[in-house]
């Protein structure tokens, strides 16, 4: 009998040693979790890594660390087409820019915008401007339905670099500096691409409870690798950017901040060395102003899911190959605004995948 209380007493101890070990590693996990996932737990990562980079190399990051007193990149370029009057109307106030990045030779994706997603001057109340940003081409013939487009729609903003897709830097720059200049007024601004679907209704509702000063938000990648495959669209030889990570940035295709930002970033781009990947060039930007972009469901990566009524409901920017189908959906989308049916918890739970 004796034998089998202290049997009974041991089971008990041990099991009560395996919760309490439990619930320690649950604690445990969670906690290492919330910090790989947050602010304070992605600044001590990059701060490990950026102190790992200077062991290795002995040096700083000279993107992100380094500190250059005169201008290494300045933005000498000149605007052809201006619209130095898009944003002045009888109401100056502007709730949200809206930059494009595209091509000179998208002008039928151009339509499809202005005939789809960012069709709308007025959203839930708010006053929007949309502009597209286009480099120079070589091409005369282009560059003339260039002009022509532009006498038409007055919504293009051209400077005279050439415009390639490793100029994208420079794109970025030139939205930023007119930004700052012709439309300071905006209190947000929405960069994207033009081949991005673009539910504005929720990027609105969204941007009416953000913040209003440093903040800039979109598909994050928090601890992104420089791609070192040669036949990467994204390679990055170790020669020209040598450490181990990439700051924290919003991928290129859609992402938005407060108005205060452009000339904010327009001004420290000019003393961070020219990288040819706008988007990281950006990371680069925020990480000086020590302002770390945040994560939001709703801006759907490249190649995520596929096109419906209920992704589009329910998202902010989605970025498709196919995009003859907008037209349809953004009329089905149109007339349903506020759809009940389609399942939010769903749509959350699919963007952990």
């Given amino acids: 009998m004796i034998h089998r209380r202290c049997t009974a007493v041991?089971?008990?101890t041990v099991r009560s040693k395996v919760i309490k070990w439990f619930v320690v590693a649950c604690i445990a996990g969670v906690t290492i979790l919330y910090l790989f996932l947050t602010g304070p737990g992605i600044r001590m990562v990059h701060f490990a890594a950026s102190y790992s980079d200077?062991?290795?190399?002995?040096?700083?990051?000279r993107f992100t660390e380094a500190k250059f007193v005169y201008a290494i990149n300045p933005h000498h370029y000149n605007l052809v087409i201006a619209e130095e009057n898009k944003c002045e109307q009888k109401d100056a106030y502007v709730f949200l820019l809206v930059l494009i990045h595209?091509?000179?030779?998208h002008i039928d994706l151009r339509k499809k915008q202005r005939m789809t997603s960012l069709r709308e001057t007025n959203v839930r109340g708010k006053r929007i401007i949309v502009v597209y940003l286009v480099g120079n081409t070589t091409n005369k013939n282009l560059?003339?339905?260039i002009f022509n487009e532009s006498h038409v729609y007055r919504d293009i903003i051209m400077e005279d670099f050439l415009d390639t897709y490793y100029n994208l830097t420079n794109k970025f720059m030139m939205g930023?500096?007119?930004?700052?200049l012709y439309c300071p007024q905006a209190k947000y601004v929405l960069k994207g691409d033009d081949?991005?679907?673009?539910n504005l209704h929720n990027i609105v509702q969204m941007l009416s409870s953000a913040p209003s000063v440093n903040f800039i938000s979109g598909y994050v990648h928090n601890y992104a690798k420089p791609y070192r495959n040669e036949g990467s669209k994204w390679y990055i030889p170790e020669s020209v950017y040598p450490y181990k990570y990439y700051p924290p940035f919003c991928v290129g295709y859609a992402y938005v901040m407060s108005g205060d930002l452009p000339r904010k970033l327009f001004q420290v781009a000019q003393h961070i060395p020219f990288f040819p990947l706008d988007d990281v060039f950006m990371g680069f930007c925020a990480r000086k102003l020590n302002v770390l972009p945040v994560y939001k469901v709703g801006f759907r990566r490249p190649g995520w899911g596929r096109l419906s009524f209920c992704n589009l409901n329910l998202s902010y920017a989605i970025h498709f190959s196919d995009y003859q189908q907008i037209p349809k959906m953004w009329s089905e989308q149109q007339s349903n605004l506020d759809d009940k049916t389609c399942s939010r918890f769903i749509y959350y739970l699919r963007s952990l995948f």
């Fill in 10 to 12: 041991h089971r008990n």
């Fill in 54 to 61: 200077n062991a290795r190399l002995h040096t700083v990051n």
């Fill in 102 to 105: 595209s091509k000179p030779s």
């Fill in 143 to 145: 560059n003339d339905r």
């Fill in 176 to 180: 930023m500096k007119w930004a700052s």
């Fill in 195 to 198: 081949d991005v679907y673009f």
